[in-house]
């Protein structure tokens, strides 16, 4: 079902759900696109979680955005479509390794529809035995200002894979991967974000890589920017380098970008001292089979 009550989406959001979206695009093997949202599969990397998903948006979040004002309602049986897609091999025994070892996944984005809609959505999955987590976040935009202030750590943009070990290592330990033994998927995703020409990773060193930040421009849209993730190994912290690597890219890109984040709530204030403002809040569920 197609509901056309609303003429238009919101600025903030057509355009950071459209980087969170295409950033996805760029990580994964192949993307296929509806009018409620996208599925990704990546069968080169099948524990890497958001290359294995169907991301639901109930609408349309290409350019050109000839959809923008019809909100779409994904299929009935959702969550046994995904099962199917996702997992047959482990139903039949005889198909890929990768749908043998990948576990079905839908992420839905509740921002723009009503509860009522999104509940019976979530009942859905729970009665197909699917574990369902919601989260919020808040979006946060910078209009670019210029370049970055002097801040003492010398600041370089990593290229080719010799820079990827080091890079693993770091994202492993700052991003709390390491302790959760949930690493196996990171070397692909990183390797293809350094090869990738949408891409930008920057790092700061000392004895090693110790800080990144990893920022994505798609083609499609060069004024937008989104920083994907920033991460300051434990003990390098309160030091200022995830500041001076967000001014840093900020710096570099032309002046009229609006650069966005998507940052949990007791990261806000963070980023509002580095003249990001809040623009919006996404709310979501993730819904995934356990193994």
């Given at each position: 079902m197609v509901h056309r009550s609303r003429s238009i989406l919101p600025a903030w959001y057509a355009e950071s759900r459209?980087?969170?979206?295409?950033?996805?695009?760029?990580?994964?093997?192949?993307?296929?696109s509806f009018v409620f949202g996208r599925m990704f599969k990546t069968p080169s990397n099948p524990t890497y979680r958001q290359g294995n998903l169907v991301?639901?948006?109930?609408?349309?979040?290409?350019?050109?955005?000839?959809?923008?004002?019809v909100l779409a309602d994904p299929p009935k049986q959702l969550a046994a479509i995904i099962k199917r897609a996702y997992s047959y091999g482990r139903q039949q025994n005889e198909h890929s390794d990768y749908e043998r070892r990948v576990r079905p996944r839908c992420l839905v984005d509740c921002t723009l529809k009503d509860h009522?809609?999104?509940?019976?959505?979530?009942?859905?999955?729970?009665?197909?035995?699917?574990?369902?987590?919601?989260?919020?976040?808040?979006?946060?935009?910078?209009?670019?200002?210029?370049?970055?202030?002097?801040?003492?750590?010398?600041?370089s943009r990593l290229a080719g894979p010799d820079e990827l070990p080091g890079l693993v290592a770091c994202a492993a330990r700052s991003l709390g991967y390491d302790q959760a033994n949930d690493t196996e998927w990171l070397a692909p995703k990183l390797r293809v974000q350094l090869e990738h020409p949408e891409f930008?990773?920057?790092?700061?060193?000392?004895?090693?890589?110790?800080?990144?930040?990893?920022?994505?421009?798609?083609?499609?849209?060069?004024?937008?920017?989104?920083?994907?993730?920033?991460?300051?190994?434990?003990?390098?912290?309160?030091?200022?380098?995830?500041?001076?690597?967000?001014?840093?890219?900020?710096?570099?890109?032309?002046?009229?970008?609006?650069?966005?984040?998507?940052?949990?709530?007791?990261?806000?204030?963070?980023?509002?001292?580095?003249?990001?403002?809040?623009?919006?809040?996404?709310?979501?569920?993730?819904?995934?089979?356990?193994?």
């Open positions: 459209f980087l969170f979206s295409e950033a996805l695009r760029a990580t994964s093997d192949s993307t296929d991301y639901i948006t109930f609408c349309h979040l290409e350019f050109p955005w000839d959809c923008n004002g009522e809609s999104t509940d019976a959505i979530v009942r859905e999955f729970v009665g197909d035995g699917f574990t369902c987590t919601r989260s919020h976040d808040a979006v946060m935009r910078l209009a670019v200002a210029g370049p970055a202030p002097s801040s003492g750590f010398a600041v930008s990773v920057f790092a700061i060193r000392d004895s090693g890589i110790c800080a990144f930040l990893v920022l994505f421009v798609s083609d499609k849209a060069r004024d937008l920017a989104l920083v994907q993730v920033v991460g300051t190994l434990p003990e390098c912290r309160r030091r200022g380098m995830a500041t001076c690597l967000l001014q840093h890219a900020a710096g570099s890109l032309p002046s009229s970008t609006k650069v966005y984040l998507d940052a949990e709530k007791h990261m806000q204030g963070f980023y509002e001292r580095l003249g990001f403002e809040l623009v919006g809040n996404v709310e979501s569920v993730e819904c995934v089979l356990p193994e």
